[in-house]
DNA sequence: TATTTTACCTGAGGGC
DNA sequence: TGCCCTCAGGTAAAAT
């Protein structure tokens, strides 16, 4: 499932193909995955066709190319099982495959932006830049204080040098929801899935049950590490696969599900105790965890 | 207002 | 072999 850092390699594999790029053409063969984009396909292709793409920029688990000359973006989101992947231009068609943009590159000549979602939880839309709340750059990928107004709301992720540690500790305090939800409400933190969840409370020790503004200051900056140590991890081992599902530019799978400790480990033991992992219920999902490691307040 | 639940969606895999 | 059921889960709208 592509989290942040799922979502960081797709990034990074397409800045340089995109970047400067001219778009040739625009094939939306299926509106589902316009979701995001209210008036249709028709004006999406009508906005994009010979707009240049001016970089790759990323926020929690949302792409966008910001246009050049413009104050629009393509703003994107992978969704559950969305991929974006770089094609010959006539590259037969891809499984699951939504929507295709042909784009002229000044050294890659031409390629293809193939957007392929099995689950269509992913979409793609044409949007309008709006100001940063702080005025900072508005994501990884950018230097331009501008963000997509649908990622607006979006909170800054916690590898992002402008996230403000002590006004996530703050804003914790008056929170009685479990402390999984929370990184999950990605209003608060963004980046963040189920996957890194779990990790990252398996590393830092927290019950994922255990209420937000239960946990005191030092048990919040420590857990804050544990969920930028996993983030790094997974970030340089190419992300988690568990199937075909998640996979970068190129088609090509992540290692980091060798390296995970909790998260679809259920039975098998705790690297740290020896004590099967369980799992459990939760929103509609499921957490992992080490009864003993992890104890329940 | 804050929090929780539901809808959206397809394919893999298990049980019978 | 084929049918039915469950599960995977990010986001936003709806409900509480």
């Given at each position: 499932m592509p989290e942040l850092p799922e979502v960081e390699v797709v990034r990074a594999g397409l800045a340089p193909a995109l970047t400067g790029a001219r778009i040739v053409s625009v094939a939306v063969h299926d509106e589902r995955a316009l979701t995001r984009h209210v008036l249709g396909a028709a004006d999406f292709a009508e906005r994009l066709e010979g707009a240049a793409v001016h970089g790759v920029a990323r926020r929690g688990k949302f792409l966008w190319m910001p246009l050049a000359d413009s104050d629009a973006a393509v703003v994107g989101h992978l969704g559950m099982s969305g991929q974006l992947l770089l094609r010959r231009p006539d590259a037969d068609a891809e499984r699951h495959e939504r929507i295709r943009i042909v784009v002229e590159h000044p050294v890659h000549d031409r390629l293809a932006v193939v957007f392929a979602d099995q689950r269509t939880f992913g979409s793609l839309a044409v949007d309008h830049l709006v100001e940063t709340a702080d005025g900072r750059a508005a994501g990884w990928g950018s230097v331009d204080a501008r963000i997509p107004s649908q990622v607006a709301h979006i909170a800054r992720d916690p590898l992002d040098p402008a996230f403000r540690d002590d006004a996530f500790r703050l804003a914790l305090?008056?929170?009685?929801?479990a402390i999984k939800r929370v990184l999950l409400d990605q209003t608060l933190v963004s980046g963040i899935g189920n996957i890194y969840a779990d990790e990252s409370l398996w590393a830092a020790r927290v019950h994922p049950e255990t209420p937000a503004s239960a946990l005191s200051t030092v048990a919040v900056r420590r857990l804050l590490a544990e969920v930028r140590l996993v983030l790094e991890k997974a970030l340089a081992e190419g992300g988690t696969s568990f199937d075909a599902q998640y996979v970068n530019v190129n088609g090509q799978a992540g290692y980091f599900a060798h390296s995970l400790n909790a998260y679809g480990r259920t039975g098998q033991p705790c690297a740290r105790c020896g004590r099967p992992i369980v799992r459990e219920a939760f929103m509609n999902r499921s957490s992992h965890y080490c009864a003993r490691c992890q104890r329940r307040r």
């Open positions: 305090r008056g929170r009685s929801s």
